[in-house]
Nanobody, 119 residues
């Protein structure tokens, strides 16, 4: 089955940077859309950034100017570079993948990686 593995989370001071990575495996085709979502305590999961197989990107207003999402289709990986981190960025970050093929219906999620922005 499809598996998403995230890495790069951790503790960082306000104003610092982190680079999150996610690798998708278990499929014979690349995901059509991959992205990052986050969920803070007491809040619903929200979209952070997405990127299509063609390289089209979308960023949430809350991270525009501070985050960059990139993709390597050959490796089925995406990265999220986050700079100028704020305490409000503290959340569990989840990698997401969707496929155009009906062989892989629905959404696939990683286990999540904790990002904590604190002094």
């Amino acid at each position: 089955q499809v598996q998403l593995v995230e890495s790069g989370g951790g503790l960082v001071q306000p104003g610092g940077s982190l680079r999150l990575s996610c690798t998708a495996s278990g499929s014979i085709v690349s995901p059509n859309v991959m992205g990052w979502y986050r969920q803070a305590p007491g809040k619903q999961r929200e979209l952070v950034a997405t990127i299509t197989s063609g390289g089209y990107t979308s960023l949430a207003d809350s991270v525009k100017g501070r985050a960059t999402i990139s993709r390597d289709n050959a490796k089925n990986t995406i990265d999220l570079q986050m700079n100028s981190l704020k305490p409000e960025d503290t959340a569990v970050y989840y990698c997401n993948a969707r496929y155009a093929s009906s062989w892989y219906p629905g959404d696939f999620w990683g286990q999540g990686t904790q990002v904590t922005v604190s002094s």
